[in-house]
């Protein structure tokens, strides 16, 4: 059973934008905390924003003034808009949902050439 799917990565040239969706099923983003993670080669997966089932909202500094996390509750779904991309944004995008217990989507491949 496939629990949340991410889409919307690809390529695109450093100064770029992306939007990252996830859709999750309605008992799961209803419940949960919604936020996106990253992972490049190498290196440890790490938060890039979070938003509660209140609406509030966190960002990793490298994040902070480019990237924005939102979800469309009527849609069941999250999105990342990532601008002004950089080389070293280059990652698997996951999207996690979580409160009393965590569920991960399958990831989406970033990449940012410079």
């Known amino acids: 059973q496939v629990l949340l799917v991410e889409s919307g990565g690809g390529l695109v040239q450093a100064g770029g934008s992306l939007r990252l969706s996830c859709a999750a099923s309605?008992?799961?983003?209803?419940?949960?905390?919604m936020g996106w993670y990253r992972q490049a080669p190498g290196n440890q997966r790490e938060l890039v924003a979070f938003?509660?089932?209140?609406?509030?909202?966190n960002y990793a500094d490298s994040a902070k003034g480019r990237f924005t996390i939102s979800r469309d509750n009527a849609k069941n779904t999250v999105y990342l808009q990532m601008n002004s991309l950089k080389p070293e944004d280059t990652a698997v995008y996951y999207c996690?949902?979580?409160?009393?217990?965590?569920?991960w989507g399958q990831g989406t491949q970033v990449t940012v050439s410079s």
């Open positions: 938003i509660t089932i209140g609406g509030a909202i």
């Open positions: 996690k949902a979580w409160r009393l217990r965590d569920y």
């Open positions: 309605r008992s799961i983003f209803s419940d949960n905390h």
